[in-house]
């Protein structure tokens, strides 16, 4: 058994296009080698052990739990993926793994060809709406793969906030999981964005997000990367029209011997551009995090800002983070930096507080909640702030 | 200075850019590159078998290694159109009056005479591929320092030579080393002995002047316990039509409490390649520091490394690169950790202008066990203009417990509050600009002996200017 043609079978009743897509994006998987150690973006990335074939067995339809706001306004279109692109061809074909493209590599092309469960959300020019969508993907047995797919579509001026949470039933299953996201902004829209993973420890997770910023859009994404014993993130944002700002933020908390990587671009293409990114992280046990980030400012991008920073605190003598932040500036007329800092709890901050008689593990939490106080602020909605500082707070403990 | 026998040279070079000094060689071998050229060399050099061995070697890994594909695009370099040995005159001046008259004259206009009259310290000059000139002060002699040309070295201190060559940058490091271990030429041999403090900065130029001439200088430091050696390496070459190859191999091994301090402005035409290997291993307690200045070239690869072998070993790296109209300085730094409790700094300061491209390229290893170390890197772009780029590669490997790193970097250009504040004084705006760079690169003039400072600063103005190309 495996990923093949036969498997495809499966995913019965979609229209013709994605169909070939599905097929096209299978011949790419079973063409693509698997990365090598030799590629710098896998190079502290060992995928050798995963074989994904030992999870082909496909949990579909089912993963899904869309909460749909109340009193959604009239034209917006909220509904699984697989229906969507029956039901709205012309809104979905071209979209569609234009963003996360299928070919970047074998995971991806896996991803493309079998993904299963998934959101549509289009919103029309100028709707906006302050409750947010929630979307619940959520894998009910371990051993299979369960591989949503999100896309976004905000129309001129839109308004709104979106949540994906990625939930285990068992925190001890095994599998493979994807959970990758397509955003389009259209001119002056504001997209709030927050994906919640948190499948089991032992799965091996892939997700590719990639947003494209029209003029004078905002998007605020944020990920939280909990789950999985190998879970690897590209987080991607281009910024395609004057005005566009986009804020990339994340929080990882690993432990055990989790391992994380992330890899975020922010691709400045045109001028007055912004864009702002902080991952930060802490490390418990003998976990492992690699983060590595690039600014590209292309050359007639003149008058962008671009921030870069990734934070790890490490909790254990023997946890490791990587942090790799690169920057291309082919402009001058810009503003960029980026920083990068791994290093454990600051012994005098922990001095000052034992010195006031805290206890050395109370104030370890304090300095820990501390560390992520900041960027937990700049959770886009409210709804998702609760649900990942109640998450953080029981993995501090 | 006798007139030299000829065994073979270039007929074909004209005077065509720059200040060209016409050649004359006692031995130019061919061009290309094979054992018999190697042999050929060692031979005229009189070595000993084991050496002449390494060479061999080191060739046969040269042509097994690939071209590395990252950094700068080098595949125009073609190994078999390059002069790999010359050898300007028979023996050695001892003085600068004997020097011959035309590499005076090129000399004259690098200011080496007034180098020596402000340093008085020994200049180890380098004229194409063999050191010419050398002139060594008593005092250091006294103190049992040794501060003489690589291959001189090789002939005088055999034991001492032996023990450390090729024991840093072994010939299979990367191709490149493993081509400058074969065809290796001239450089400089520092010893100094345990405890002595060596005050006045030791110096030597170098110079590229044939064309087609590669360079292979090989320079080997070793800093006894406790020692203090500052050693200065300035290049300048004058223009020619093709592409020219630098490849040299600096090896320095800084020994319990010792210090070694390795400054480097590097002004090559820009035609040249400028691929170079340059490493230092500190020992307990040590202090190694690489100040290093890229301003020539066309294409620039260099990173200087610092292992931090025992406890309590310190790196530094201080980088300035500027890179004007097709150059691409790809330079940075590397600190490999291998011991608990040291510390490494890299800063890095880059400014591309006219539609040259600096890229800062790092690499922060700490390996297991190295416990405890503390290591922070600094980068600083400036783009003078919207031609131009600026990269920024840094490489963090952390496998130990309790470390602390930190990585900072930005880019951006000359700030037009600043320009104003300038201007609104009644400055030029040209003039303001190249007070702002200069300012810019503060922290890495301040820490040349003042004439080279001067040195740069006007390099600067004149890059600025755009009169240098």
Redesign the interface.
Known sequence: MGFNAESLEELRGEPDWLRDRRQSALATYERLPSPSKTDEEWRRTDVSRFNPSDFSKLEHLDGLKLERPSGLPAGVILKPLRQAAMDHPELVEPRLFSLVHADRDRFAALHAAFFTGGTFLYVPDGVEFDQPVLGQHLSHEGGNSVLPHTLIVAGRGARFNYLDEYIAEDDAETGYRTGSTEIFLGEGSQVGYVAVQKWGRKVWHFADQRAELGKDSTLRLFNVTLGGKFSKTRVEASLAGEGANAELKAIYFASGDQFFDFHTLQDHRVGNTRSDLLFKGALQDVSRTVYAGMIRIEKHAARSDAYQANRNLVLSDKAKATSIPMLEIDNNDVRCTHGATVGPVDPEHLFYLRSRGIPLQTAKRMLIQGFFGDVLDRIPFEHARKLVEAELESRIG | MATVPKVEVGTDYKEKYGFFVPEEYVFKAKRGLNPEIVKEISWMKQEPEWMLNMRLRSLEIFRKKPMPTWGADLSVIDFENIFYYLKASDKQSKSWEELPPDIKATYDRLGVPEAERKFLAGVSAQYESEVVYHSLQEKLTQQGVIFTDTDSALRDHPELFKQYFGTVIPPADNKFSALNTAVWSGGSFIYVPKGVKVEIPLQAYFRINAENMGQFERTLIICDEGSFVHYIEGCTAPIYTTDSLHSAVVEIIVKKNARCRYTTIQNWSTNVFNLVTKRAMAYADATMEWVDGNLGSQITMKYPSVYLMEPGAKGDVLSVAFAGKGQHQDAGGKMIHVAPNTTSTITSKSI?KGGGRTSYRGHIKIYPGA?NCKSFVKCD?L????E????????????A?????????????VSDEQLFYLMSRGIPRAEAETMIVNGFIEPFTKELPLEYAVELNRLIQLEMEGSVG
């Open positions: 591309s416990n772009a783009l003078l203009d919207d131009s780029r600026s990269d920024t590669y840094p490489y963090n490997d952390v496998d417990e309790n470390v602390t790193l930190g990585h900072e970097a930005t880019v951006s250009k």
